[in-house]
């Protein structure tokens, strides 16, 4: 038997789809059964926070 999903909301902004998420599981929007694993070979690592909107600290490493 399949899962019942609930239908995902349209969002009009970024940060409207941020705050629904904070406050939503995805469990009962996504089927993780069926999800797949991913590669991104060309991600870089990134000092943009884009959560907070601003630059995350630096991290100095000695």
């Known amino acids: 038997m399949p899962k019942k ?4 909301p ?3 902004t970024e940060a409207a789809e ?7 599981d995805s469990i ?5 059964d069926k999800a797949e694993r991913a590669r ?5 690592p ?7 909107g601003h630059k995350a600290p630096r991290i100095v490493v000695q």
Do not use: C, I, S
């Open 46 to 52: 990134t000092l943009h926070d884009a959560r907070k």
């Open 5 to 8: 999903l609930k239908a995902l």
């Open 18 to 24: 941020r705050r629904f998420w904070e406050k939503h």
């Open 10 to 12: 349209k969002f009009r």
């Open 40 to 44: 991104l070979p060309n991600l870089k």
């Open 28 to 32: 009962g929007y996504v089927d993780w």
